[in-house]
């Protein structure tokens, strides 16, 4: 039985210093979404593991965790698995809920197993040391251990991560109105949970590209997606009752933002959940915990 709410985060940045494809934003990502879960959402430092190329912590004040070796918290594909499977996911049970983020390179390629990609393709995370993630590792790892009354919230702003958790059921705007349609792929292998709700919000579809800028107002590069997802919860004060539906428009109102002041980077945010919920009723706060720990 749940005794109460248990948090956990993992935040995953992949900068790829001294690469030809090196990204500037991702350094500052992981900074501000980090502010933004201690600030707005109520997250304890202690509650957040955070991985990049770096082996530093954000700050000194901030590391929870002096007695691992900094090698462990590098972003490379061993840790990121291993951190998700040691920590993020270790002995999951109802009430926890569970916060995943990546920044960094994304790609896409020929499926190996036939019918269990839409697409007929994988997605798939670069990790700092070039490894990639598959989206059915991802899937296996994070979505299908979910008990009921566990909850776990991803954000990935990465190049063709529309589908990057395998999750049966994607989000899209009908037509010219405010509301969403869900569209169902029925995989040859099981993606769902164990009864529990997972969601991840992706920078956009498959097949497209994710972008970094320096948006209006700020010094300092961002990915659009991090940057948009962030200043709606700041712009709303916290979680509080902020819906999914209302998270989704403002961000899209951000991208469009984006797009308008540069129309040859188009980009669409990208929603995707186990279940075809009702976006207007599902809470974010149902999935980020706000002001609640568990001893």
């Known amino acids: 039985m749940s005794q109460g709410i248990r948090r956990r985060a993992l935040l995953v940045s992949c900068a790829y210093p001294g690469q030809k494809d090196s990204l500037r934003a991702t350094a500052n990502d992981i900074t501000y979404l980090y502010d933004c879960l201690t600030k707005y959402c109520g997250y304890d430092p202690c509650d957040i593991v955070v991985l990049r190329d770096s082996p530093l912590p954000l700050a000194a004040a901030e590391d929870c965790r002096t007695e691992l070796p900094y090698s462990n918290r590098i972003s490379n594909q061993h840790n990121i698995l291993d951190w998700i499977e ?15 983020y990546f920044s960094g390179h994304g790609g896409t ?4 197993k036939k019918g269990d990609e839409a697409d007929g393709k994988d997605e798939f995370l670069v990790a ?58 029925n995989a040859s292998t099981p993606k769902g949970t164990k009864g529990g709700l997972a969601v991840c919000i992706s920078a956009c579809p498959d097949d497209a590209i994710a972008k970094e800028r320096t948006h209006s ?28 539906h209302e998270l989704l428009f403002n961000m899209r ?14 980009q669409k ?21 706000i002001g609640v720990r568990k001893s």
């Not at 040691?86 to 995943?100: I, P, Q, S």
């Not at 390629?109 to 190996?112: G, H, S, T």
């Not at 700041?234 to 999914?244: N, Q, R």
């Not at 109102?253 to 188009?266: D, G, K, L, Q, S």
Request: proline fraction near 5%; hydrophobic fraction near 40%.
């Open 86 to 100: 040691t920590y993020l996911m270790a002995n999951v049970c109802e009430g926890d809920r569970l916060f995943f």
């Open 109 to 112: 390629q020929k499926q190996a």
């Open 128 to 185: 700092t040391d070039r490894k990639v993630i598959l989206d059915d590792v991802l899937n296996k790892l994070l979505v299908r251990p979910l008990p009921k009354g566990a909850t776990l919230l991803a954000l990935v702003d990465a190049c063709h991560s529309g589908t990057i958790l395998d999750l049966p059921n994607s989000a899209r705007w009908s037509g010219s109105s405010q509301a969403f349609k869900w569209d169902t792929w």
């Open 217 to 244: 107002g700020q010094k300092h590069r961002h990915g659009t997606a991090t940057f948009s997802f962030v200043e709606t919860i700041k712009a709303a004060g916290g979680l509080k009752s902020l819906t999914f």
């Open 253 to 266: 109102f951000t991208y469009a933002v984006h797009a308008a002041r540069n129309p040859h980077e188009p």
């Open 269 to 289: 945010v990208q929603l995707s959940c186990d279940r075809p919920a009702d976006l207007s009723m599902l809470r974010v706060r149902d999935t980020v915990p």
